[in-house]
């Protein structure tokens, strides 16, 4: 497996314009997970989906935040309309939840690095 | 609210020092623990999975250690190297939260040679 595929890499836009991400797990994973990491913050979880269902959006930081996951394959992540303060690295993750006393590694994408200007 | 905290904030050791990351957490009620590294501008990369029930693991040079009654871990690595220079992050992941991580803020760590 190609592992967790994000695209694009780095996206540059425009204050007000709609910004895009995307993510594709690893097949067979059914957890997924976006996190944004900033110097200031960290990494933060935005929102997770467990079989393509959003379970928790406590995390998206507003409603300009919003993000689907149509099937087990293939996750959005967008923001309308972008603001310079959402400059920052956006990663996606799955996991297989195993339930009980054991759980699995979450594995990351290679992120991408928004810049609002 | 589970909180996750890693010192040093950062480090810089000699080339084949033995060194050691820590890691503490509020909430003692995990499933598992994780520690990632992350290279600069790149993405986290899992080092070690230890499970609630577990003590430690090993991998290599590194070896990660857990004690959940006191809400830490440690990672452990052996004869350091300059291509051991990353940030090493270690999230929990709760128990009745899901299947979410929380992380600490990381360890940047610095091997010269």
């Known amino acids: 497996d190609a592992g967790v595929i994000q695209s694009p890499r780095h996206e540059v836009t425009e204050m007000g314009q709609e910004v895009t991400l995307r993510c594709k797990p690893i097949s067979g994973h059914d957890y997924l997970f976006w996190y944004r990491q900033t110097m200031m913050r960290g990494l933060e979880l935005l929102i997770y989906f467990n079989n393509n269902v959003p379970i928790d959006d406590s995390g998206m930081p507003e409603d300009r935040f919003s993000a689907k996951m149509p099937n087990a394959s293939f996750s959005t992540l967008k923001i309308q309309p972008s603001e310079p303060r959402d400059s920052a690295v956006y990663f996606c993750?799955?996991?297989?939840?195993?339930?009980?006393?054991?759980?699995?590694?979450?594995?990351f994408g290679q992120g991408t690095r928004l810049t609002v200007v | 609210k589970q909180e996750v905290t890693q010192i040093p904030a950062a480090l810089s050791v000699p080339e084949g020092e033995n060194l050691v990351l820590n890691c503490s957490f509020t909430?003692?009620?995990?499933?598992?623990l994780q520690w990632f590294r992350q290279d600069p501008g790149k993405g986290l990369t899992s080092l070690l999975l230890?499970?609630?029930?577990?003590r430690e693991q090993t991998s290599g040079r590194l070896n990660a250690s857990l004690d959940k009654s006191s809400g830490r871990s440690t990672l452990y690595i052996a004869a350091s190297q300059p291509g051991d220079s990353a940030t090493y992050l270690c999230?929990?992941?709760?128990?009745?939260?899901?299947?979410?991580?929380?992380f600490g803020g990381g360890t940047r760590l610095m091997v010269k040679p």
């Open positions: 909430d003692s009620a995990i499933y598992n």
């Open positions: 999230a929990v992941k709760k128990r009745n939260a899901g299947n979410m991580l929380t």
């Open positions: 993750a799955s996991s297989l939840g195993g339930g009980g006393q054991v759980d699995t590694e979450a594995f």
């Open positions: 230890i499970q609630s029930s577990q």
